[in-house]
């Protein structure tokens, strides 16, 4: 049995920042040694902000984003084309398409896809939102920016039967050779994507 070298105040640091995605416990106990020592420059000002985010981030009601306030600041941007929206499995996906800025539209979050197997049917995600904003018109686009796993495209075949009957066009991204990629690298199913994808020039 490993002996305890260290207080049970930074074994629980330790064992809640393990917890993070894409921290185990070897990179758990090297950002809690971190924090330590940058104690007032690191820990402090971090503890503040994480107790801020606590009380004040909430969950957008209409799109289900996250900020500070609800609606969030993407919802109340008078300068996006709100008849557009593009449909995103979590949050990250959201600020990816921002961080591109390629469209200057409405985003709805799922919150995951659908997963049979592990539990996750419709009424786990956002979808009744989604079907919701589009039926009270004003939508001219949906936009299906789903992943192309199994589950992002059952997901995507999900909402485009159940949009099915509303005057709204469907679109999803193309999926494909990403730019400055090699055909030599790139697996089959990528390529028979991008060749079911083909646009004419």
Do not use: F
Request: charged share 25%; proline share 3%.
């Amino acid at each position: 049995m490993a002996k305890r070298v260290t207080g049970h105040e930074i074994e629980k640091l330790i064992q809640l920042l393990a917890k993070v995605p894409g921290l185990g416990p070897r990179s758990a106990r090297r950002a809690a040694l971190h924090l330590i020592k940058k104690r007032d420059q690191l820990m402090g000002p971090l503890a503040t902000a994480m107790a801020e985010a606590h009380q004040k981030v909430k969950i957008c009601s209409c799109c289900g984003n996250i900020d500070t306030a609800d609606p969030c600041t993407v919802c109340t941007d008078e300068r996006r084309d709100h008849a557009v929206i593009i449909v995103v499995e979590d949050v990250s996906d959201l600020w990816a398409l921002e961080r591109a800025a390629a469209m200057n539209t409405a985003y709805h979050v799922l919150g995951g896809v659908l997963s049979p197997l592990n539990g996750v049917g419709p009424d786990d995600l956002n979808i009744k939102g989604l079907i919701d904003r589009v039926a009270r018109g004003g939508i001219r686009e949906v936009i299906l920016a789903v992943n192309a796993t199994v589950e992002g495209q059952t997901t995507a075949h999900y909402i485009t039967d159940h949009l099915a009957g509303l005057e709204v066009k469907i679109t999803r991204l193309a999926h494909g050779v990403p730019v400055g990629g090699e055909l030599d690298y790139l697996d089959e199913g990528t390529l028979s994507a991008a060749l079911r994808a083909r646009t004419t020039i």
